[in-house]
């Protein structure tokens, strides 16, 4: 008599496992499920982003321009101060603070 319940005890687990197995297939697959609809819908949006046209304020000047107007004392000054790379290092410093608050979704 212990021989069948412990037969009928192993197959209950054996099937309880495969549920759980099955169960776990299908949690990966809504999972994948998600992430491939939130790809597609990111790439919608970045698409809809890139078909913005720019202003034209922005297309018309440019801090090339806008150094080329200036005076040869001017840029020989702005050459001596390093206002070129303090420029960049501003525009680094603005990324990465944009960057970390973005991957610490906007928390810190």
């Not at 150094?67 to 050459?79: A, P, R, T």
């Amino acid at each position: 008599m212990s021989g069948i319940v412990n037969a009928i005890s192993a197959f209950a687990s054996w099937l309880l496992s495969i549920v759980g197995k099955a169960f776990l297939a299908l949690w990966d697959l809504l999972t994948d499920l998600c992430v491939g609809v939130a790809d597609l819908f990111f790439t919608a949006l970045a698409a809809l982003v890139v078909s913005i046209p720019a202003p034209d304020f922005l297309t018309s000047h440019g801090l090339q321009s806008a150094f080329s107007q200036m005076s040869g004392d001017v840029l020989y000054f702005l050459g001596v101060f390093n206002v070129g790379p303090g420029i960049a290092m501003l525009g680094s410093a603005f990324a990465f603070r944009m960057l970390r608050k973005v991957v610490t979704l906007f928390q810190w």
